[in-house]
């Protein structure tokens, strides 16, 4: 049976709370061992190579989010039901293959630099956002779909109207999952030409520099946290009022 990503109320909200518990350890540390200018110092390495990160998880993260939820309803659909586990099993080779390994494929035919490192993340992205998109709108309840049906309302009007306002809440538990994964995978796509904090991390590590690897890493956790922070806010406005989270 397909279950869903659990609902991000709280499971979110213990994530949140642990990375910044870890990012105020990691200022805390830097600060008491005074690399904390050191890793300041890369400020405008940070800048740069961040937008570099926001662009390359905002499109492979949009592109599977334009898929994904349109592929989670079609298997919803009554008729086509029966095919969705084998689909997701499909799907589930993006989660299932080692990620170097997934970005190295994508580099052996689409080449280096910034397209196979989109659709390499755009490959793991896909699979937490169609299952819940999936699971949330198969586990509206019976009676509103009844309910729907018996008001005279066409198959799209009762998608629109019922199933898809009552499974966003697990949509959105989906969509926030796929991104936090897109970002903290983001990194490993510099091996392959992407760009990003993970030339910082990465060329820390090989030339032995800490607040240079901290500089990346840091930052990269705090963009993950904030994208967590806005999407949630963004779930807080498009959730009818009064629909079950």
């Given at each position: ?7 991000s ?36 390495d940070i ?11 905002l ?5 599977a ?15 086509v039901v ?5 689909v ?18 994508s ?10 490192a ?11 956002i ?16 009844e309910?729907a049906?018996g008001?005279?309302m ?7 109207r ?7 809440s ?7 999952t ?28 090989r030339?032995?520099?800490t607040p ?7 930052a ?10 806005l ?9 009818p ?5």
């Amino acid at each position: 049976m397909l279950k869903a990503i659990p609902n991000s109320t709280l499971l979110s909200g213990s994530v949140k709370w642990l990375s910044i518990l870890i990012i105020f350890l990691l200022f805390g540390a830097m600060f008491e061992e005074g690399t904390l200018d050191e890793v300041l110092y890369y400020l405008p390495d940070i800048i740069y190579l961040g937008g570099q990160h926001l662009e390359l998880a905002l499109v492979s993260g949009l592109l599977a989010v334009l898929v994904a939820i349109p592929l989670g309803v079609f298997l919803s659909r009554p008729n086509v039901v029966k095919y969705a586990e084998y689909v997701m099993q499909f799907l589930n080779i993006g989660a299932t293959i080692p990620t170097l390994a997934l970005l190295a494929m994508s580099m052996s035919f689409l080449g280096i630099g910034f397209l196979p490192a989109a659709f390499g993340l755009f490959v793991i992205t896909l699979l937490p956002i169609a299952r819940n998109t999936y699971t949330g709108l198969r586990s509206v309840p019976n009676f509103l779909t009844e309910a729907a049906n018996g008001m005279g309302m066409t198959p799209m009007q009762r998608l629109l109207r019922v199933e898809f306002p009552n499974s966003l809440s697990v949509i959105f538990a989906g969509v926030r999952t796929a991104f936090s994964l897109n970002i903290g995978t983001v990194p490993i796509a510099f091996l392959i030409g992407g760009g990003g904090l993970g030339e910082l991390v990465f060329m820390g590590i090989r030339l032995d520099d800490t607040p240079m690897m901290l500089a990346g890493a840091v930052a990269t956790a705090l963009l993950a946290l904030v994208f967590d922070v806005l999407l949630g806010l963004l779930s807080q406005v498009c959730i009818p009022k009064g629909i079950q989270r």
